[in-house]
């Protein structure tokens, strides 16, 4: 029996409606598999969803729930982890939750509300013990956070740095040691925190960084975002040459590797998809090391002329399937609901 395993994302955020019911002649690519509605009575406005699948169990945010799956993928279980963690945090309604799961049984919390990361402080909680300890407080400004593989000692933060002489980039954190961070690569967006989520990561053997270069001027007009590559080892930062749309809203990139390594799972999203969003995504791979793009077709509303807004999905353990967030791009320009799905066999020729 085979079952999903870590590595991560898939972003849910509720502000609209639930969606209709897509045209029979415009069918969902039928490799999409709706893992968690948007609307059951359990969801908490306010709040972003991400998913991650841990052997047969994948766990969400918004709230944060943990749900059995069989290998089929159908939900035989589910436990509300939110409950335990809710009441350590001042004022969680209406506040976004970006998190990060350690396949060890931790998981990372960042408490922002991503259109300005004054709320940016770094939480860990540990399901086994159900206790929370804060890592590193608001004044660092934290967009997100990634653990080492295959070690949760270690943990990498993207900062938007702060008033105080905190220099934005990549910082290490090694809660074994010292409680000061050491600078990995000073980076700064050039849209600040209005990037909404900084999408980097790093490689399974935990020697790159790869992290989005957020190119976009208000004043000369839109740039394709990049990927970059750096060498943590050597210091030395290699820009893929992958094309994106040129796009004045699409502006967002979230990249991940492969749990081997092989390929880059990217999103291309919108500036702001959790609200006025005005643009649809892009999800795709990128082929390493010949770096060739192939869009997925993960579009969850087929229906009419409208599209839907995705963001941060997540790689099965194997490397065959994505979890994701997705909701509709409505004609008001805003993102609906977001509910969560799973595209099965990104390999298959009809995705």
């Known amino acids: 029996m085979k079952y999903l395993s870590i590595i991560f994302s898939a972003v849910l955020l509720l502000i609209s409606s639930c969606g209709t019911e897509p045209e029979e002649a415009n069918a969902i690519n039928p490799n999409i598999i709706k893992i968690k509605d948007c609307c059951d009575d359990k969801s908490i406005p306010g709040n972003y969803y ?43 309604f209406g506040t976004g939750f970006y998190f990060t799961v350690s396949s060890l049984n931790e998981v990372l919390i960042t408490k922002s509300i991503f259109g300005d990361v004054s709320l940016g402080a770094l939480y860990e909680y540990d399901n086994t013990t159900k206790g929370i300890v804060l890592l590193r407080d608001s004044t660092y400004n934290i967009s997100t956070a990634v653990y080492f593989h295959e070690d949760d ?18 910082y290490l954190h090694d809660k074994t040691t010292t409680n000061s961070d050491s600078l990995l690569l000073a980076h700064r967006a050039e849209i600040g925190s209005s990037e909404t989520l900084n999408g980097f990561d790093l490689s399974p053997d935990n020697t790159k960084l790869l992290y989005p270069n ?4 208000f004043t000369d007009g839109p740039q394709t975002p ?23 809203i699409r502006i967002g990139l979230w990249l991940r590797y492969s749990p081997d390594g092989s390929r880059i799972l990217y999103c291309q999203f919108p500036l702001n998809p959790f609200g006025t969003a005005n643009d649809d995504s892009e999800i795709g791979i990128i082929e390493l090391p010949s770096r060739t793009k192939r869009i997925l077709d993960v579009n969850t509303n087929p229906s009419g002329t409208q599209r839907s807004v995705q963001v941060a999905p ?4 194997d490397g065959q399937h994505i979890i994701y967030g997705s909701g509709e791009l409505v004609p008001r320009g805003s993102a609906a609901f977001y509910s969560l799905y799973l595209l099965k066999n990104i390999d298959d020729p009809q995705n």
Do not use: C, H, M
């Open 214 to 217: 957020i190119r976009a001027s």
């Open 226 to 248: 990049q990927i970059i590559e750096y060498d943590l080892q050597t210091q030395q930062a290699d820009t893929f040459k992958v094309p994106f749309d040129l796009s004045f």
């Open 153 to 170: 000692s270690k943990l990498v933060y993207y900062s938007y740095g702060n008033e105080n002489g905190l220099e934005a980039g990549y």
């Open 50 to 92: 991400l998913g991650y699948s841990i052997e047969d169990q994948i766990i969400t945010t918004g709230p944060i729930t943990k749900f059995t799956v069989d290998e089929d993928l159908n939900i035989t279980d589910r436990e509300d982890i939110w409950r335990d963690i809710i009441e350590n945090f001042e004022n969680p």
């Open 314 to 317: 997540t790689w099965s353990p």
